[in-house]
Structure formats: C-alpha cells, structure tokens
C-alpha cells in the first residue's frame, strides 16, 4: 500500500449505529487530519493531530471522536449521528516541516446516514 | 465567514486552450497558498503551491500566480488538456498553522 489509505469507502449507517472510519498513512507523516466535504462546500477540517496529539478540534459535535493510536493510524468513531452528517470524509497527513504545508489525501469514506 | 473563495463554480475551456481558476482570500496572515485537484470517488491531490515571498510558480503546463495586494490568485494550465478535467480547490495556510483553509472548489471541464 502506498500513499494514504481509508476504508470503507462507502459507508450506510442508521442514526443508532456505531460504526468507525479508518486511516491510514503510509508516507511517514507526523501529522494526521480528518475533513469534512459536504455538497457544494468548502472542505471543513475537523480534528488535527500532530506527533500522536490532538492540536485541534474546529467545534465539532461529540458524537464524532477521533483516535490516533500512533503516527500511521487515525480513526473518526462515530455514534448517533443525524442524517445532515452525511457527507464524503477525508483523511489527510503531512510532514511538519514548518516549510512545507502540502497535506496528502486519502481517498474518502462517502458516509450515508439514515 | 468564508476566508477563501472560488466564485466560479464551474468553468469550461476549448482543449489546446488557457484554462484560468482564480481565488481570493481575505485573510492577510496567509502566506502559502496550494491548489488541489479533485477527480470523483478520489481524494484531492496536491498540484502546485506558492509562498507569500513570491509572485508566480511555474511547474510544467501549470503556472500559479499571486497578487498579495488584491489577495488574490490564479492557477493557468495551458495547453489545457481532457484529463484535467477535475474539480480545482484553492487553500490557504498562516505560518506556523497546521490548517489549511479551502475553497468550495471549481469544476473544470475540457472539451475536446
């Protein structure tokens, strides 16, 4: 595997379920983030994760939580979620530099909330 | 409020031609600005990045330009060809920030 993977890539859960999305990155990266994309809007960043700590939460409902086990895995758990979560989630990584700012992307869970 | 806008949500351009996507920011502590492009089912891919100290980057067929005075900046692809095709987002990061801040995206197509 090469690059930043995610699976599923397709993912139909029902307001009670619990389900979780995973990341992971194959690149070396010290930092982790999870986007939203919703249609026809920017893509909102969520949590962000540096050296295995979290270093930013951008106001996002509990019902999301996010893990970084270690530096090559993320995970967004998800739990009660409404149907306006619906939305394509992405996971990105990037080295910390402090140069560069160049994140590389997963291909995305499309989520489905019924 | 929306720190980063791409007002064209789409724009279509002739093969062989000059395709222009622009993007404004409104945040002045911005100094490094990218563009990603975005092909369905696919996550973003970095394309081309610019630093506040400079006014244009070329790399191949596609050239990013910045004017810091009007906070604004444009992405050229000539000759544009059917595989770039894709949806272009414009992002934004302060120095120091482990955040990039994006547009909502323009879909360009190339016709042949």
């Known amino acids: 595997e090469t690059g930043v993977t995610q699976t599923p890539r397709h993912l139909v859960m029902g307001m009670t379920n619990k389900k979780s999305l995973k990341c992971e990155q194959h690149?070396?990266?010290?930092?982790m983030y999870w986007y939203k994309q919703s249609a026809k809007k920017p893509l909102e960043l969520m949590f962000v994760?540096?050296?295995?700590?979290?270093?930013e939460n951008n106001s996002v409902p509990s019902r999301f939580s996010p893990e970084c086990p270690n530096s090559s895995h993320l995970f967004l758990h998800l739990h009660t979620l409404q149907p306006e979560d619906s939305a394509l989630y992405l996971c990105a990584s990037s080295q910390r530099t402090g140069v560069t700012y160049e994140q590389y992307f997963g291909p995305g869970t499309r989520l489905t909330v019924t | 409020d929306q720190q980063v806008k791409q007002n064209s949500p789409s724009l279509s351009v002739q093969e062989g031609r000059i395709s222009i996507l622009n993007c404004d920011y409104t945040n002045s502590m911005f100094d490094y600005f990218l563009w990603y492009k975005k092909y369905p089912a696919e996550g973003p891919t970095f394309l081309i990045s610019i630093s506040s100290i400079k006014d244009k980057n070329e790399d191949g067929r596609f050239t990013v330009f910045l004017n810091k005075s009007a906070k604004h900046l444009s992405l050229h692809i000539v000759p544009s060809q059917p595989g770039d095709s894709a949806v272009y987002f414009c992002a934004a990061s302060e120095q120091g920030a482990q955040k990039l801040v994006f547009g909502q995206g323009t879909r360009l197509t190339i016709n042949p």
């Open positions: 994760y540096s050296l295995e700590e979290r270093v």
């Open positions: 690149l070396g990266h010290n930092a």
